[in-house]
C-alpha cells in the first residue's frame, strides 16, 4: 500500500506543472537542483520559472491574447518532461541503487614524455597535494576551513588539485575530475543521501561507481568529514 500512495504522490508531483497551470512548473527542477548543485538544472529552474512569471501576468492583466496560452502550453510541457527525468534524482532512497553511467577510459591519452617542460610543473603539483593531505590528516577542521578538495569553493590554499568526494559539488566533480556531469549528479545524491563515505574502498563498494573511475583519480582524491550544507 505504501508503494501506491508513494507511486500516487510522485504522478501528483510530476503533473504540478499542468494542474498549476504553469506556475510552479519550476518546482520540480528547483528541488532536481537543490540535490545536485547542478547548473544545468538551475538553467532549467530559471526558465520554468520565467515561463510561470508569463502565466501570472495573463491572468494579472486579463488578457487572452494567444501568446499567453503558447507561454502556458510550452511551460506545461517542458515542466512535465523535466519533471520525470528529475524524479529519480529528487525521490532517490537510501536503499535505492543509484545507475552510473558507464565509464570509458580516454585510450587516446599518451604520458608525457620525461623531458617535457610541464614535468617539472607536475612533480610541483603533487609536492602540493603531498602537504595538502598531510593538512588533511592532521587537522581536518582546518582542511574543511581552507576547502581543501573543493575546486567548486573560492579559497587561497593551493592543494593541487585534491577533489573531496565527501563535499565537492556536481560541477566540481565534472570540471576538477572529467566526469560526465550525469555521473556527477548521481553520485552526489547517492553520497549526500548516505551522509558521505569513511574510506576510498567504502565508495568503491556502496556509490556505484565503476573501479576503473576511482583508481584513475585515486591520487587527486581525499574524503573530509561530509558537510550538509
Known amino acids: 500500500m505504501r508503494r501506491v500512495f508513494r507511486a500516487i504522490g510522485q504522478g501528483l508531483w510530476v503533473l504540478m506543472p499542468v494542474y498549476s497551470i504553469g506556475i510552479l512548473g519550476w518546482l520540480p527542477a528547483g528541488q532536481a537542483w537543490w540535490r545536485t548543485r547542478s547548473s544545468g538544472w538551475l538553467a532549467a529552474t530559471v526558465l520554468l520559472a520565467a515561463g510561470g512569471v508569463g502565466v501570472l501576468l495573463r491572468y494579472a492583466l486579463g488578457?487572452?491574447?494567444?501568446?499567453?496560452?503558447?507561454?502556458?502550453?510550452?511551460?506545461?510541457?517542458?515542466?512535465?518532461?523535466?519533471?520525470?527525468?528529475?524524479?529519480?534524482?529528487?525521490?532517490?532512497?537510501?536503499?535505492?541503487?543509484?545507475?552510473?553511467?558507464?565509464?570509458?577510459?580516454?585510450?587516446?591519452?599518451?604520458?608525457?614524455?620525461?623531458?617535457?617542460?610541464?614535468?617539472?610543473?607536475?612533480l610541483a603539483g603533487r609536492e602540493r597535494r603531498r602537504q595538502a593531505r598531510e593538512i588533511v590528516a592532521r587537522d581536518p577542521a582546518m582542511a574543511l576551513e581552507l576547502s581543501i578538495g573543493r575546486p567548486d569553493a573560492r579559497r587561497s590554499y593551493d592543494d593541487g588539485g585534491l577533489v573531496d568526494l565527501n563535499n565537492a559539488g556536481a560541477d566540481g566533480l565534472a570540471t576538477a575530475l572529467g566526469w560526465p556531469i550525469e555521473t556527477a549528479e548521481a553520485f552526489v545524491v547517492a553520497r549526500d543521501l548516505r551522509g558521505g563515505y569513511a574510506s576510498l574502498d567504502e565508495v568503491a563498494a556502496l556509490s556505484g561507481l565503476e573501479t576503473a573511475l576511482l583508481d584513475r583519480d585515486a591520487e587527486r582524491i581525499v574524503l573530509l568529514p561530509h558537510r550538509t550544507t
Do not use: C, Q, W
Not at 69 to 79: D, E, S, W
Open 63 to 122: 488578457s487572452d491574447n494567444d501568446v499567453f496560452v503558447m507561454i502556458f502550453l510550452a511551460t506545461a510541457v517542458a515542466g512535465v518532461a523535466t519533471a520525470l527525468k528529475a524524479r529519480p534524482v529528487v525521490f532517490a532512497r537510501r536503499e535505492e541503487t543509484v545507475e552510473l553511467p558507464p565509464y570509458e577510459p580516454d585510450s587516446a591519452a599518451v604520458p608525457a614524455a620525461e623531458d617535457h617542460p610541464a614535468v617539472r610543473e607536475v
